[in-house]
């Protein structure tokens, strides 16, 4: 049996299909069929069954997607009347510029909101855990593990069992239905700074930082000049993982946050679907609304795929 | 006894400044919500004067009477083991999706591997409640176009009756993070060094084998993280039952443990009775997944000779 | 947290008169239950240009509002459309209330009105002069926000309740509206043959449910001396209860949630063709089903014994001024004027609120505002009638969002097992007493 993938896989672990666009692979399979010989790669029997078995798992993930596209182009009494996996009377564009404007662009500002108490959020949560984990890694001191490990448990609670707590915390310290309230709790990720220790632990050598202190530099400058660099790539992994926590809490603002003009948007999608009985055309806005909202998320999500790789490598070797 | 070096209490101090901000956090969002409904949990109120009107509020003592109430609840004890059934059947039925995926994906030529990945990782960037509104549509019988095809065949299907909807509610977290899943699983793959499969190979190892004693192993680790992940979360089950609720018949407001405290809280707007129960959630979530991380620990011990 | 938390744990605090305390009089009503009176400003100063913020989910009430902020330039009102699925609304105001930030004023239906007095989250409104305005409102309805002297809301709109037929399809299938509901199970029993169906049985559905109970002569709440009665599992109720579980032991309804989207379907397609609704039911019929147009029709509620004119409410509700509103005299203002002016109240007619609860300011038939739809039927006389026939002397219980959940998880659980309605009455009843027990209040059995 001549097999395997290592054709795809250049030396630095890189698959092929990462680095350049598309066309590059169809040259490549062509001239595989053509000239080079079948020897290094799997039978065409092995590959149509891959291939088929991949197709009918992407149409899994992508059928709710279409449908989900498909419906936005529909009127709320054609989204119950016609057949869900085809287009009728299709209208994107004055359907989605509804969505837009109605209640004078409330949608627009929820999605702000998303992207604030997503971007924000996950940017402070990463300096937080980026300090926190360098200190527990490159530092002694009492305490260290005992610390590490109540951060560590901390991982293991399920945030919704704590914002239910934390509401009555919040709500008697005046902070309930606020920015604040949904945003100080999505900085505190225990996860990220368990990776940030590991990694930092692995990546940051101690006697580089000796060196620097003999030149004379401050802890906090060697922190922000050499540990926040050598950190990055697990710095990107927190912040993306956060981002994407955070964007996609649902249990939080719900809990937090009365007043709309906060709400983030799915909390908004679900004030209007929970409207829609007495307001038809809501539904057709919460369709188009839903599709918005995720498509620039999944283009994120293409784009960044690969720097999600590092870092949650090396969280998980250890765990 | 030594006293401590001027460098040794710098680092100290630096350890302390960079630590500092993140715990000062960590103890407001993390330990003080977990005391604070410890001690709702243990009060109750009283009310005196004619009909409850008229008299005083007070909050009392309670002990442990919220917790035996939570627990007597059956609609609360039945969404325990509603969410522990589904841990059971969906995390290894989504674990073992994924890793086929990310094995499928290592083994596919270069050509689409690129627009595969994306496919599946694309559901991640959609939220849970969004998910579930999307999935609702498609679940519900008259609308949804999978129904319709489905009674076109003659198989009249019910997505959100008694016996189904907890998988249709599966189906959706699943289709969520199997992409996730699959990603942290590859990441590991492109980790193993291929001189490793290289050898393999030429030890006359098939695909399979070298899938099977080369490749699982190693992704070991990113299947124990993916799992407590995976455990975690489905303790969490929230956003998809509450959102499925009014379409279903057969959801009520016990239906996972997180539902119930919820609507203990806002609904009946009893918090202390919702402290006890989101307490208790804590709890079983805490010993769950380290009992589970202490078991693959093990295991990892005895079973690997690295 | 401090120091509101010691207050909270030990030390008393004044409670609000909750409940049915129309009946328990003699009370000494104290106060409105708000922790901090004593710092409330007492209202806007002159010239001061102030935002009110007001929850509501009835279709249309940005239109009045709009009229008012308009000829209100300084007391604008800023309306938020909160969900009405399966109690959302509420938890969203208790939420609110228990953070300390509700709205200025909120829409709130008569069955929950004392939830919210339990939760010290309405105002006495009779410190503002609100019993000036008690002549212009239709009494029994004044009296549902009546909690001993104090008044905690002005009442909007009631919910009589009929029954809405496609008046098409039961004369294609030869199908007579039913006046009694013996007739209505025979009806049902017909509709099914044909391949569709009367009605569903929704699980979650608890005011329709106490409406059908209502009409029957149940009694679930009252009052003995300072104690709550209970009675839920009453015969009339248990009557109601056989009645729907042997519909629908017998498969002649569905048991989907209704106003869903599957529900909606059924209702634009056909598959329903009838609908047991209330006054307010016009619109969402008008609003879902606009293809239907023309096929509708409205009977009264069946009887359950013939000739009888036995009806009930389903909804109806107050716009209520919380306990924390900075400016309780002006939003008081515009609550009265909601519910009182003319103009506003053509404007909520036509956009479907149900049956005003002012006595002055239009006419029944202004209320057919979608006789089109009715293919020309004076269908609000059929709601006037049901309105004369409501026994006003109903009564709600201090914590009915509670209720209807216990009800729609039994009913659900009882559905899906095959169990009886008449355990779900049992269960529900024990459920109750204990719930209004841990909410420290005296309870019994009935």
Known sequence: MTTQLTEDLPADGTPGADRGPRGKGRRRGRRNGGRRSGGRRPPLRHRIITVSLLTIAALYFLTPVYWLAVSATKSSSDLFGTFGFWFHDPHPLDYLHRVLSYDDGIYVRWFLNSLMYAGVGALAATLLSAAAGYALAKYRFPGREGIFNVVLAGVLIPGTALALPLYLLFSEMG?????????????????????????????????????????????????STLGLRLMTPALVTVFLFQFVHIWNNFFLPLVMLSDSD??????????????????????????????????????????????????????SVKA | MKRPTRTEIRSARAAAGFLLPFLTLFLLCFIAPIGYALYESMLKVERTGALGLGGETTEVWAGFSNYAHALEDDRFTAGFGRVLLFGAVQIPL???????????????????????????????????????????????????????????????????GRSTVLWSIANIVTWQFTGYNMLVLIAQLKAVPGELYEAARIDGASAWQVARHIKLPLIRPALVLTTVFSLIGTLQLFAEPKVLKPLSNSIDSGYTPNLAAYNEAFTSNNQHIAAAEAVLLALVACVLSFGFLRLVGQRGKDGESR | MSTSDTQRYGTPRRAVLGGAAATAAGLALAGCGSDDDGDKPEGRKKGEKITLTFWSWVPGIDKPVALWNRENPEVQVKVEKVSAVDGAQYAKMHAAIKAGNPPDLGQIEYPVVPSFLIDNGLLDLTKYGIARSKGEFIGWQWQQSVFGKAVYAVPQASGPMGLFIRQDLFEKWAVEPPATWDEYAGAAEAIRKKGAWIETFSATNGNRFAGLAWQAGARWFGTEGDTWIVSIDDEPTRKVADYWHDLVRRKLIKTIPDRQNAWY??????????????????????????KTSGRWRVVPMPQWKRGDHAYANWGGS?????????????????????????????????????????KKGYATSDLDVHQDFFDGQEYSKVFAEASKGVDTSWRWGPATDTLYQRLGDAFTAAIGSGGSFRSVLRKVQGETVRDLKEKGLKVEAG
């Open chain 1, 175 to 223: 902070l309930a239905n606020t920015y604040a309230a949904v945003l100080i709790p999505s900085v505190v990720s225990p996860f990220g700074v368990y990776l940030c220790r590991i990694y930092a632990a692995a990546a940051v050598p101690d006697s580089l930082l000796e060196a620097a202190r003999i030149d004379g530099a401050g802890e906090a400058r060697i922190f």
């Open chain 1, 262 to 315: 906060l709400y983030p948007i799915q909390l908004g999608l679900t004030s209007w679907q929970g409207y829609a009985d007495r307001q038809p055309e809501l539904y057709q806005y919460t369709v188009g609304g839903a599709l918005l909202s995720v498509l620039p998320l999944m283009v994120l999500m293409g784009v960044l795929q690969r720097y999600w790789r590092t870092g949650l490598t090396e969280g």
């Open chain 2, 94 to 160: 989504m674990i073992a999706f994924a890793t086929a995926l990310a094995l499928l994906l290592e083994a596919a030529s270069a050509r689409w591997v690129g627009f595969f990945r994306t496919a599946f990782f694309l559901p991640y960037g959609v939220p849970g409640v969004i998910a579930s509104i999307l999935w609702g549509f498609l679940y519900v019988p008259g609308i949804s176009p999978l129904v319709e095809m489905a009674h076109s065949v003659g198989w009249d299907v019910d997505f959100l």
């Open chain 3, 265 to 290: 379907k059924d209702v634009q397609t056909g598959a329903m063709a009838s609908w047991l609704g209330a006054s307010w039911g016009d619109a969402l019929l008008v609003g879902n089903a606009p």
């Open chain 3, 318 to 358: 107050t716009t209520a001024v919380f306990a924390k509103s900075t400016y309780p005299k002006d939003a008081l203002e515009f609550a009265i004027w909601l519910n009182t002016d003319p103009e506003s109240i053509k404007l909520l007619i036509e956009n479907g609120y149900g049956t005003p609860a002012a």
